[in-house]
């Protein structure tokens, strides 16, 4: 990958767990972006956390950002079998002219 | 709401033929990326377009070149197509608010165009 590591490469779990995917990167960033795919489909950006912020939410989405350490953590609660995907980060780093750099993405099954 | 459109959606060719692929972002957005995803990897930055201007080449080889023009819609044209350069191509775009400063932008992706060489 351009960027770094995502672990784990896949998640298999059942329906109402809670899911937790890591990444973590090389660069200095203005932003870490996580994005979901479905198979064979475009991504779909879920949430944007700034270098300067430690946590956000949406929804059921929680996800964390460690600069010192380079790595973030997206945590999905409570997850149902549509949430069944493939998750990437993405860094905006700077002077990069906004391009996003991705991680290699984790497969999540969640199973009903 | 408006999003980010690609053409076709599928595309066969075969070995050392040419290659169009279109993308119209959604309006007002003022920047294009390009993407490229081979089976089972992440997507790997090709180049972008920045008010018509490319911005940033990524990792695109020479056979393919790319523009933008006036409407703002962009086009990725490959050559001498390989059979390696089979994978998903996105298009996507992006409203950035100011060149040299903090980009902080999602960006919306268009469902792709899925290109096989035989």
């Known amino acids: 990958s351009q960027q770094g590591e995502e672990d784990p490469q896949a998640l298999s779990i059942q329906e109402g767990e809670n899911a937790t995917m890591n990444c973590s990167y090389k660069t200095s960033i203005n932003n870490l972006q996580w994005y979901r795919q479905n198979s064979g489909r475009g991504l779909v950006h879920l949430i944007l956390?700034?270098?300067?912020?430690r946590e956000k939410h949406s929804g059921r989405l929680r996800v964390t950002l460690d600069t010192s350490k380079k790595s973030s953590s997206l945590l999905i609660t409570a997850s149902r079998a549509a949430d069944t995907a493939s998750y990437f980060c993405?860094?905006?780093?700077?002077?990069?002219?906004?391009?996003?750099?991705f991680g290699q993405g984790t497969e999540l099954s969640v199973k009903p | 709401a408006a999003g980010v459109i690609q053409s076709p959606r599928h595309l066969i060719k075969e070995k050392r033929e040419t290659a169009t692929l279109k993308c119209y972002p959604i309006?007002?957005?003022?920047?294009v990326y390009w993407y490229q995803q081979g089976p089972g990897q992440d997507p790997q930055f090709l180049i972008s377009?920045?008010?018509?201007?490319?911005?940033d080449k990524g990792s695109i080889p020479d056979r393919f070149s790319a523009q933008q023009f006036s409407d703002y819609h962009s086009e990725l044209n490959m050559s001498s197509l390989e059979l390696g350069d089979s994978a998903l191509y996105f298009c996507?775009?992006?409203?950035?608010?100011?060149?040299?400063?903090?980009?902080?932008?999602?960006?919306?992706f268009g469902n792709g165009t899925r290109l096989t060489v035989t």
């Open positions: 309006p007002r957005h003022d920047t």
């Open positions: 993405a860094t905006d780093a700077y002077n990069q002219g906004g391009k996003l750099i």
């Open positions: 956390i700034r270098s300067n912020e």
């Open positions: 996507a775009s992006s409203l950035v608010s100011s060149r040299g400063g903090l980009y902080n932008s999602p960006l919306h």
């Open positions: 377009f920045y008010e018509k201007m490319q911005s």
